[in-house]
T-cell receptor, first 114, second 112 residues
Framework: NAGVTQTPKFRVLKTGQSMTLLCAQD?????MYWYRQDPGMGLRLIHY???????AKGEVPDGYNVSRLKKQNFLLGLESAAPSQTSVYFC?????????????FGDGTRLSIL | DAKTTQPTSMDCAEGRAANLPCNHS???????VYWYRQIHSQGPQYIIH???NNETNEMASLIITEDRKSSTLILPHATLRDTAVYYC?????????????FGDGTTLTVKP
């Protein structure tokens, strides 16, 4: 059981380039989330999804887009990367969004924008 | 969203119990207290959660005060591998898709 898998694990981009981060979960979870974590700080929610075909903005959505075409996958896109988007990105999923369901996290994607 | 307050850092001797406090004085009646930890920049790992009653699992125990305004995570026999950042989170109500607000956490250092 792989849980939550993120690809790639590392990536270096130049300013203005675009890329897509992939999150896949094999737990049949309805809810999925994208967070970013900057050095020495906690996680901040970028976007989330409550089901296939639906997405919503989180705390820091600017500069990112997401898609949930399949239940098991949640994609995070950077259309025009900026140095301020250098961060570690974590994906999470939960069975439902209720208060009684823990989130399961991937191991992160470390992204550097030069 | 209910906010949490945790000490920035704590030390614990290997083999002793580690008691990590958390204040959440604005918690609502239907909000759970969750604990996660993050080891060396890996993805956060779920530890335990509770609503009113004390909870115990194979990893830790969670003690919630009767007024629910604070809680304590207990690692009964800390090992060096328990060195991590521990996050106390009040999980927002189900109408907000279960989003979690992570603060800066407590850095626990287990020393030999």
């Amino acid at each position: 059981n792989a849980g939550v898998t993120q690809t790639p694990k590392f990536r270096v981009l130049k300013t203005g380039q675009s890329m897509t981060l992939l999150c896949a979960q094999d737990m049949n979870h309805e809810y999925m989330y994208w967070y970013r974590q900057d050095p020495g700080m906690g996680l901040r929610l970028i976007h989330y999804s409550v089901g296939e075909g639906t997405t919503a903005k989180g705390e820091v959505p600017d500069g990112y887009n997401v898609s949930r075409l399949k239940k098991q996958n949640f994609l995070l896109g950077l259309e025009s990367a900026a140095p301020s988007q250098t961060s570690v990105y974590f994906c999470a999923s939960s069975y439902r969004g209720s208060s009684n369901q823990p989130q399961h996290f991937g191991d992160g994607t470390r992204l550097s924008i030069l | 969203d209910a906010k949490t307050t945790q000490p920035t850092s704590m030390d614990c001797a290997e083999g002793r119990a580690a008691n990590l406090p958390c204040n959440h004085s604005t918690i609502s009646g239907n909000e759970y207290v969750y604990w996660y930890r993050q080891i060396h920049s890996q993805g956060p790992q779920y530890i335990i959660h509770g609503l009113k009653n004390n909870e115990t699992n194979e990893m830790a125990s969670l003690i919630i005060t009767e007024d629910r305004k604070s809680s304590t995570l207990i690692l009964p026999h800390a090992t060096l591998r328990d060195t991590a950042v521990y996050y106390c989170i009040v999980r927002v109500a189900s109408t907000n898709a279960g989003k979690s607000t992570f603060g800066d956490g407590t850095t626990l250092t287990v020393k030999p």
